[in-house]
């Protein structure tokens, strides 16, 4: 396929060179996809009390997308290369906006979550054909190093973004405006998108078997973990939710095996040091986005926190995050290493969620701005060069399914992190609820009970973290005696054609 141009309406209400507009687009769009995992986090307490939430399952107005997105965040880059990458891009513009706004107008839970779910799907199919058009529409090497910063930039700060703006939109209009937003904003991307260059298709076939059984294998495996919770591990939904999950994932890999295009080729993780990548930063998110979970609702519910203060407490961890990623791209991975950079960012990690652990959830501001600095700068540092080291020796032609990994693990991460943490929660909170003090009234049950559980998690997320830290120390280590990163022609094919597939 040829090429396509702005239509000429358009093109004449465009500038000569649309390169800006064009970056701006695809960095709006991804920011868009990105925060929503995060920016119903500060909106909770209202959704629950709206919708009837009970504590355990309010947690799927988080997963709902976070699965569905990572799920299907393969097949997505699969539907670009098949269809055109401008025309699937606008088409999970599209989807994402309407669910969006369908979304805002839920009147039970039932509505809302599966409006999240069509959300994430949306999603999955915007998010790679935007990168993919990125590097299309900038081509030379400074160009895109540019453009590439920015996108990471925004990819890893827009979950801290989201938390701001979700406070905003909350405390100033209503917590149906943390879905609402998407749709004005998907509705100019809509308009503009003719700008973009429309991409070749390709031949080949839609492995549709391995990405649905792969979403709803992880989908019932973290329902499971989300009903133990509340229903104890012996109950027969739960196990049942176990039992069915871990079948289809079971069949997911039996499908790869013997698939002519399998969405997921199995053989990028007999690389022991892709494998600990991808592992440490399912892990890494995981604490993360407990951490957002819990820490948001602490601040409403037990410290008393309005919706725009809460969004507003995270504004350090936002700066930090998006300074210390670009300080890391720039400077400190040339210079010190992958290796060097990752052991340290990610000890900065978990010092962080240790003194949030600690500090316990009456903690004053000065000491919860102080750990999310520290936090902050962990992640903002760590997440370049755990991509690197997921895409170092990738074969060119497995170099999209290893950058579309590298997405999934991410969104994976965050729901089964919060699956597992909220199970963590579940019991803690329980065991306060059974046990009252006496004279105690219910509000100050339900505080005592959250806080316990909120506890517990956020000890649990630093195990996540400790984890992490062990993992890459132990099994990252460079294979040469030399540690620093150079970007070899080898390397950099890998990166070009991971994000021309992406």
Same mark, same amino acid.
Request: glycine share 10%; proline share 3%; aromatic share 8%.
């Given at each position: ?313 995270? @504004?350090? !961890?936002? /700066?930090?995050?998006?300074?210390? %990623?670009? $300080?890391?791209?720039? *400077?400190?991975?040339?210079? =010190? +290493? ?15 969620? @240790?003194? !949030?652990? /600690?500090?316990?959830?009456?903690? %004053?501001? $000065?000491?919860?701005? *102080?750990?999310?600095?520290? =936090? +902050? ?25 290893? %950058?579309? $990994? ?97």
């Amino acid at each position: 396929m040829t090429q396509t141009v702005p239509g000429p309406r358009l093109r004449r209400l465009l500038p000569q060179s649309s390169a800006g507009l064009v970056l701006t687009l695809i960095l709006t769009s991804q920011l868009m996809v990105v925060l929503d995992a995060t920016i119903v986090n500060v909106a909770l307490h209202d959704i629950r009390t709206a919708l009837g939430f009970s504590a355990e399952n309010l947690s799927w107005v988080v997963n709902a997308y976070t699965l569905t997105f990572g799920g299907l965040l393969l097949l997505g880059a699969r539907a670009g290369d098949l269809l055109g990458r401008r025309r699937v891009f606008l088409a999970g513009i599209g989807l994402f906006s309407v669910a969006s706004l369908l979304g805002g107008f839920a009147q039970n839970p039932g509505e809302l979550l599966a409006a999240r779910a069509v959300q994430g799907v949306g999603g999955a199919l915007a998010s790679p054909s935007a990168l993919a058009l990125l590097m299309t529409m900038f081509p030379g090497a400074r160009e895109r190093t540019r453009a590439i910063g920015l996108y990471t930039a925004v990819s890893i700060g827009g979950a801290a973004v989201g938390l701001i703006a979700g406070g905003m939109l909350s405390q100033w209009v209503s917590w149906r405006w943390v879905l609402f937003v998407n749709a004005p904003i998907g509705a100019v991307l809509l308009l503009l998108g003719p700008v973009l260059v429309e991409t070749p298709r390709r031949t080949g076939r839609f492995d549709i078997a391995g990405a649905v059984t792969s979403t709803l294998g992880m989908s019932a495996v973290v329902y499971g973990f989300v009903e133990a919770a509340s229903k104890g591990w012996s109950d027969a939904e739960t196990l049942g939710s176990f039992v069915f999950g871990v079948a289809l994932l079971g069949t997911f890999v039996a499908v790869e095996l013997r698939a002519e295009s399998p969405i997921t080729p199995l053989r990028l993780f007999a690389d022991r040091r892709r494998s600990t990548s991808y592992l440490a930063r399912l892990l890494l998110v995981a604490g993360m986005m407990g951490m957002f979970f819990f820490e948001a609702q602490n601040l409403r519910q037990v410290q008393g926190y309005s919706d725009l203060q809460t969004g507003l407490a995270f @504004l350090p !961890l936002t /700066a930090v995050v998006f300074a210390s %990623s670009q $300080l890391s791209a720039r *400077v400190l991975v040339e210079r =010190f +290493g992958n290796y060097s950079v990752m052991v340290t960012s990610l000890a900065f990690s978990t010092t962080g969620m @240790l003194t !949030l652990a /600690a500090t316990g959830e009456t903690r %004053s501001y $000065l000491q919860l701005a *102080v750990a999310l600095v520290i =936090f +902050g700068l962990g992640n903002g540092l760590a997440f370049v060069p755990l991509t690197t080291a997921a895409l170092e020796g990738v074969n060119p032609s497995d170099a999209g399914a290893a %950058s579309g $990994l590298v997405n999934v693990m991410q969104q994976l991460g965050g729901a089964v992190g919060l699956a597992v943490l909220v199970n963590i929660y579940g019991h803690a909170s329980t065991s306060v609820l059974n046990h009252p003090h006496t004279g105690e009234s219910a509000s100050a049950l339900g505080r005592r009970a959250f806080t316990e559980g909120a506890g517990h998690a956020i000890w649990f997320a630093v195990f996540f973290l400790a984890a992490t830290w062990v993992l890459v120390a132990m099994l990252l280590r460079p294979r040469r005696a030399v540690a620093a990163w150079e970007p070899t022609d080898d390397l950099a094919a890998s990166l070009e054609s991971a994000a021309a597939h992406a």
